[in-house]
């Protein structure tokens, strides 16, 4: 009897102790997911570090008709046991990109992105089943999109995945946090909007201290004059008629928008890969983002 009064005081006391954890916020931190792993290895980058591109994708099975591969596809690298490749070796395929929309979204875009340096598109992950002596054949797994001739390869390498933070304690209402600042200078793909789960890219990165797991709030100053985005300027008030305020009142003296937030996945000399993990409305390139 005592041996069953026992076991269920030490029963109340774990769950006590549960849902202390629980008042505390564990449980939050806890069921909080990691990123996926198409969001780390499917982020790309913009870096200036040299990029070996000597081994690349040069064909596949069925290339008389197939001009991309994907899941399953078996494609040919121009490297074999020759140069050191053997069954088993894995690849992370990635293709240099451009903007080819040649469309600058605010006013500093093209100097910004020109000095994080190249960008860089994750195309997904093959692993080698057979190496000859110039060529080897590999099977594409984890594609992030469409794998084509000329893709570069690279050795695969395990990357961090950060831990994510609960969204319960976001403050849309923040002060400045006296941190380094940045601005959100693309979005994946030159994607000139993003949200909840989109990949961008921030003009600060290592060398000025930003490490994998680092959060960046992202906001945005009111009348905002460098952004090519919103409205024509004094639409609401000079055009169509509605209420303006008694005096002009300068950016520096309004609140600022906070619009989300986002945890790095990747860093470089000059920049950052940040999946956004909260937002409140459309985040732009243009905004402004900080250090949490």
Not at 4 to 20: D, P
Not at 91 to 106: C, D, G, L, S
Not at 132 to 149: G, N, P, T, W
Not at 247 to 252: E, T
């Amino acid at each position: 009897m005592r041996r069953n009064i026992l076991v269920l005081g030490l029963s109340i006391a774990l769950l006590s102790a549960g849902a202390l954890a629980q008042d505390n916020g564990l449980r939050d931190r806890a069921a909080v997911p990691p990123p996926t792993q198409q969001d780390v290895y499917c982020s790309g980058m913009i870096t200036t570090d040299h990029v070996s591109r000597s081994t690349q994708l040069v064909s596949g099975e069925e290339a008389n008709y197939v001009l991309t591969f994907s899941d399953g596809d078996y494609v040919y690298i121009n490297k074999g046991s020759d140069q050191g490749v053997k069954a088993g070796d894995v690849f992370q395929v990635m293709r240099p990109i451009a903007n080819e929309t040649y469309v600058q979204f605010f006013t500093w875009q093209d100097r910004l992105l020109h000095a994080m340096g190249q960008p860089w598109e994750d195309e997904g992950r093959v692993k080698v089943v057979v190496a000859h002596k110039k060529v080897s054949i590999a099977q594409v797994f984890d594609s992030c999109s469409y794998l084509q001739r000329g893709d570069v390869l690279l050795p695969y390498q395990e990357r961090p995945v950060p831990q994510l933070k609960s969204e319960a304690n976001f403050d849309r209402f923040a002060p400045p946090s006296g941190k380094k600042k940045a601005m959100v200078v693309a979005g994946k793909g030159f994607t000139i909007q993003a949200g909840t789960n989109s990949v961008v890219y921030v003009n600060l990165g290592a060398s000025q201290g930003v490490k994998v797991g680092d959060y960046f709030r992202i906001y945005r100053y009111e009348d905002n004059g460098n952004s090519f985005v919103y409205q024509t300027p004094n639409m609401g008030t000079s055009v169509e008629g509605f209420g303006s305020g008694p005096a002009h009142y300068p950016v520096k003296d309004l609140p600022r928008e906070i619009l989300g937030e986002g945890v790095v996945l990747r860093t470089f000399s000059n920049s950052s890969t940040v999946l956004i993990t909260y937002s409140l409305k459309q985040i732009y390139d243009g905004d402004y983002c900080e250090l949490e």
